[in-house]
């Protein structure tokens, strides 16, 4: 168990989620745990708005044609102005806290 963030990860400025082999629903249920980990609020991306939620089964843990797809939700995540006209399935996670 993560009790806390890594130093390391501080720095990112996107910070993308896929649980593997989960859904993006069940994913979603995840999120209040990564808020309750020492140094959430603080990371950057996090501060920043850049964090996103993308459906780990379905595009990232198996291999196959949907590579591309999920090439192309990492590249709308870190440059989300090039990519607006994607019609992927990809959630912000958008917390006020």
Known sequence: MINAIDP???S???LPT???GHTLERTRQ?????ERLL???DLSAVRN??????????????P???IVDSL?????MIHSEAFRDLSIPLVEIERGQ
């Not at 995840?30 to 990564?34: A, C, F, G, N, S």
């Not at 708005?49 to 198996?62: P, V």
């Not at 192309?72 to 709308?76: D, F, K, Q, V, W």
């Open 18 to 20: 896929a649980a593997r």
């Open 64 to 66: 196959g044609p949907r």
């Open 30 to 34: 995840d999120i209040p745990l990564l």
């Open 12 to 14: 990112l400025e996107v």
């Open 39 to 41: 140094g959430w609020r």
């Open 49 to 62: 708005r850049r964090t996103y939620l993308a459906d780990g089964s379905a595009y990232f843990s198996r």
């Open 8 to 10: 390391l990860a501080a």
């Open 72 to 76: 192309e939700m990492l590249a709308s």
